[in-house]
């Protein structure tokens, strides 16, 4: 009966194993510009100086003075237009926000001043 029992319950603790396999691993946090942060010449950060490997349930953490910008999350339309596209796209604008990311790609830019024109954009590619 023991021998029964226990492949039984050997069977159902790799059943739980597999299933919460996936959430042993911990999301990453990445903070956006490194120790710079959410400024001028961001642009590069995601493939500079290494190509970030960014997974679905990563967090960033954008660090920046509020007063001289903000983060919004952008279609390629207000990424490659510095506007903000679509109309209700989602402003962050406390200083030190933190984004989970999806799989796909996801554009952030500045939409104070002309941030975006000088370079205050990024792309990021998120793997499952």
């Not at 952008?74 to 604008?93: E, I, K």
């Not at 926000?97 to 941030?115: H, L, M, Y």
Request: charged fraction near 15%.
């Amino acid at each position: 009966m023991a021998g029964k029992y226990g492949s039984l319950v050997l069977i159902l603790v790799s059943f739980v194993l597999l299933q919460g396999g996936v959430q042993l691993v911990a999301a990453a946090l990445w903070n956006v510009g490194d120790a710079n942060g959410w400024t001028f010449g961001v642009q590069s950060w995601p493939n500079n100086p290494s190509f970030k490997p960014f997974r679905e349930g990563d967090m960033l953490v954008f660090k920046y003075d509020p007063a001289a910008h903000n983060v919004i999350v952008v279609d390629d339309f207000g990424f490659g237009t510095c506007t903000t596209h679509p109309a209700n796209a989602t402003v962050y604008n406390s200083g030190s926000d933190r984004i989970t990311v999806q799989r796909g790609e996801t554009n952030f830019i500045s939409g104070k001043a002309d941030d975006c024109e000088k370079g205050l954009k990024i792309t990021v590619f998120v793997r499952p």
